[in-house]
């Protein structure tokens, strides 16, 4: 665990880069940690997803699948590959400010 | 006052948690229904073996109900539904059940119908699936006429039962094409949506170096979006391709359709959400799951199964006392991984503990952890008789309990 700066705000990250404490998290680390990624700009859908990805592990302390969040968050599969490129599930983890997804076992 | 417990599914399961329960306790005391839609009982780890001629496909099979000790009622139906409200499920046939505790058994099913095109052209002529019976045999059939090519495993996405299997599938090929003299004309992908081969670190690390001494390619993070079996291609949700001449895909997986029917009663891949040590359903107090219909952070395997049997029938008893449910899951799982040419690893692994090297069940145990051996393998062909005639009467095995043994085993030092 290292504490780095995002966004001008200092935060707990993991070696991939994944915020260690939610509650550190902002909306401008989001904007930040999307840009890196390659995500010029967070469009509502965007936000959709992450903030439901956000809500879901506060509530139950484990993040979607992919596929769970193809059926709940409103944005079907395919559009979240193409808003999230390569690992959807993954990238809005990230910018939703929570832990790497372990998710499949 | 008779109680009624009703086991939705005659699996690995229903069917020992059933027979544990009946040993246990008088016809007077508690009656025991359990419900399934045939009376086909797979042994599933034998499918792994069906493609390559290892095992007779009629070999794996025999009647459910023949699995359950007398005093144990069994329905041949589909089940409509489970209505929490009523403590009832609603059958196929019309008739229902009412129960004091309701256990939730059924397995996950292959779900094909998801992955766009999977069901089009090619099923069943370049892409199959071993994951049943009938996908197995037809394999075995392309396998024996396969002439040398391009072999593609593809894992749709998680998650999946017994998470080795595609890996051992392709040690088996490599083998298989080996013998048949092709090898040197074929190759064997393995695709899969993870980011390493298996989904804990460290055997992953292990299994990948064998897959790289065999020559087996991996595709990671590969999320199989469509398949095309007429231009034999695999497009992954990202716009990569795969190409392949022969298929070999572990479909998408989900809970039993019921489960989906049910208010209530599943999340929406239609696993049942589950307290992952005591196995009491987060529905209702009085439902309880096991197996591959939950949705617990372990490995959806029969090892796992067994292991949350016999917790799960403690906690059962509890239950129907009165009693608080002191009996705790620790997400034990144990896996031979069959690696060709008459060799196997083994893992062993719970939720807080990732499957490392060593020696099991102790220290002094005779079967290698994570390493090659002809004894695991040994051991893995033993098992079956073992399942049969030890695990689905519920009878305890000797030296492999519910709680993972850690004497024996080299766990990284603490970063």
């Given at each position: 665990?290292?504490?780095?700066?995002?966004?001008?705000?200092?935060?707990?990250?993991?070696?991939?880069?994944?915020?260690?404490?939610?509650?550190?998290?902002?909306?401008?680390?989001?904007?930040?940690?999307?840009?890196?990624?390659?995500?010029?700009?967070?469009?509502?859908?965007?936000?959709?997803?992450?903030?439901?990805?956000?809500?879901?592990?506060?509530?139950?302390?484990?993040?979607?699948?992919?596929?769970?969040?193809?059926?709940?968050?409103?944005?079907?599969?395919?559009?979240?590959?193409?808003?999230?490129?390569?690992?959807?599930?993954?990238?809005?983890?990230?910018?939703?400010?929570?832990?790497?997804?372990?998710?499949?076992? | 006052?008779?109680?009624?417990?009703?086991?939705?599914?005659?699996?690995?399961?229903?069917?020992?948690?059933?027979?544990?329960?009946?040993?246990?306790?008088?016809?007077?005391?508690?009656?025991?229904d359990v419900v399934d839609r045939d009376d086909v009982h797979v042994y599933q780890p034998g499918l792994l073996f069906v493609p390559f001629g290892l095992a007779d496909p009629a070999g794996i099979v025999r009647s459910r109900r023949a699995q359950l000790r007398s005093g144990i009622g069994f329905h041949e139906t589909e089940v409509e539904s489970v209505a929490l409200a009523d403590n009832r499920v609603l059958l196929a046939d019309g008739a229902s059940l009412p129960y004091d505790v309701l256990v939730v058994a059924s397995g996950a099913r292959l779900l094909p119908e998801e992955t766009e095109g999977l069901l089009g052209a090619?099923?069943?002529?370049?892409?199959?699936?071993?994951?049943?019976?009938?996908?197995?045999?037809?394999?075995?059939?392309?396998?024996?006429?396969?002439?040398?090519?391009?072999?593609?495993?593809?894992?749709?996405?998680?998650?999946?039962?017994?998470?080795?299997?595609?890996?051992?599938?392709?040690?088996?090929?490599?083998?298989?094409?080996?013998?048949?003299?092709?090898?040197?004309?074929?190759?064997?992908?393995?695709?899969?949506?993870?980011?390493?081969?298996?989904?804990?670190?460290?055997?992953?690390?292990?299994?990948?170096?064998?897959?790289?001494?065999?020559?087996?390619?991996?595709?990671?993070?590969?999320?199989?979006?469509?398949?095309?079996?007429?231009?034999?291609?695999?497009?992954?949700?990202?716009?990569?391709?795969?190409?392949?001449?022969?298929?070999?895909?572990?479909?998408?997986?989900?809970?039993?359709?019921?489960?989906?029917?049910?208010?209530?009663?599943?999340?929406?891949?239609?696993?049942?959400?589950?307290?992952?040590?005591?196995?009491?359903?987060?529905?209702?107090?009085?439902?309880?799951?096991?197996?591959?219909?939950?949705?617990?952070?372990?490995?959806?395997?029969?090892?796992?199964?067994?292991?949350?049997?016999?917790?799960?029938?403690?906690?059962?008893?509890?239950?129907?006392?009165?009693?608080?449910?002191?009996?705790?899951?620790?997400?034990?799982?144990?896996?031979?991984?069959?690696?060709?040419?008459?060799?196997?690893?083994?893992?062993?692994?719970?939720?807080?503990?990732?499957?490392?090297?060593?020696?099991?069940?102790?220290?002094?145990?005779?079967?290698?952890?994570?390493?090659?051996?002809?004894?695991?393998?040994?051991?893995?062909?033993?098992?079956?008789?073992?399942?049969?005639?030890?695990?689905?009467?519920?009878?305890?095995?000797?030296?492999?309990?519910?709680?993972?043994?850690?004497?024996?085993?080299?766990?990284?030092?603490?970063?």
């Amino acid at each position: 665990m290292t504490t780095t700066l995002i966004a001008e705000k200092p935060v707990d990250v993991d070696a991939e880069g994944f915020l260690e404490h939610p509650e550190q998290w902002t909306e401008e680390i989001a904007v930040e940690i999307a840009r890196e990624a390659g995500i010029a700009g967070l469009t509502p859908r965007h936000w959709q997803v992450v903030r439901f990805m956000r809500e879901r592990f506060l509530a139950t302390g484990t993040a979607p699948t992919i596929r769970a969040l193809g059926k709940e968050s409103g944005v079907p599969v395919k559009e979240l590959y193409e808003l999230f490129p390569k690992g959807p599930a993954k990238l809005a983890a990230k910018i939703g400010g929570i832990p790497k997804p372990h998710g499949c076992i | 006052m008779t109680k009624r417990l009703v086991v939705l599914g005659g699996g690995t399961g229903g069917t020992l948690l059933a027979n544990r329960l009946r040993r246990h306790s008088s016809e007077d005391e508690l009656q025991i229904d359990v419900v399934d839609r045939d009376d086909v009982h797979v042994y599933q780890p034998g499918l792994l073996f069906v493609p390559f001629g290892l095992a007779d496909p009629a070999g794996i099979v025999r009647s459910r109900r023949a699995q359950l000790r007398s005093g144990i009622g069994f329905h041949e139906t589909e089940v409509e539904s489970v209505a929490l409200a009523d403590n009832r499920v609603l059958l196929a046939d019309g008739a229902s059940l009412p129960y004091d505790v309701l256990v939730v058994a059924s397995g996950a099913r292959l779900l094909p119908e998801e992955t766009e095109g999977l069901l089009g052209a090619g099923w069943n002529e370049s892409a199959f699936t071993f994951y049943d019976l009938d996908g197995a045999t037809k394999l075995r059939d392309a396998l024996a006429r396969f002439d040398g090519g391009r072999l593609v495993v593809d894992i749709a996405d998680m998650p999946i039962k017994c998470p080795v299997a595609p890996i051992e599938f392709a040690f088996l090929a490599d083998w298989f094409l080996r013998r048949k003299g092709v090898r040197d004309r074929s190759e064997i992908v393995l695709a899969t949506p993870l980011d390493g081969c298996f989904t804990k670190p460290v055997a992953s690390k292990h299994l990948t170096h064998l897959l790289d001494e065999k020559g087996i390619e991996l595709a990671l993070e590969f999320s199989a979006g469509s398949v095309d079996g007429a231009a034999r291609k695999l497009t992954s949700y990202d716009g990569r391709e795969v190409a392949f001449d022969l298929l070999a895909i572990i479909p998408i997986h989900g809970g039993a359709a019921y489960v989906d029917r049910s208010e209530g009663l599943g999340d929406s891949l239609g696993f049942v959400p589950t307290d992952p040590t005591t196995l009491q359903s987060l529905a209702a107090p009085n439902v309880f799951a096991l197996g591959d219909a939950t949705d617990v952070p372990t490995s959806k395997a029969g090892s796992v199964t067994h292991f949350e049997g016999e917790i799960l029938g403690e906690n059962i008893e509890r239950f129907l006392a009165g009693r608080e449910l002191t009996a705790r899951f620790d997400g034990h799982a144990n896996c031979f991984v069959e690696t060709g040419f008459k060799k196997a690893l083994l893992i062993d692994f719970n939720y807080d503990h990732e499957p490392v090297p060593g020696r099991f069940p102790t220290a002094a145990g005779p079967l290698p952890l994570l390493r090659e051996s002809h004894l695991n393998h040994l051991g893995k062909l033993a098992f079956q008789s073992i399942y049969w005639h030890m695990l689905l009467p519920g009878r305890d095995l000797p030296f492999v309990g519910a709680a993972m043994p850690t004497a024996g085993k080299r766990y990284p030092a603490a970063a």
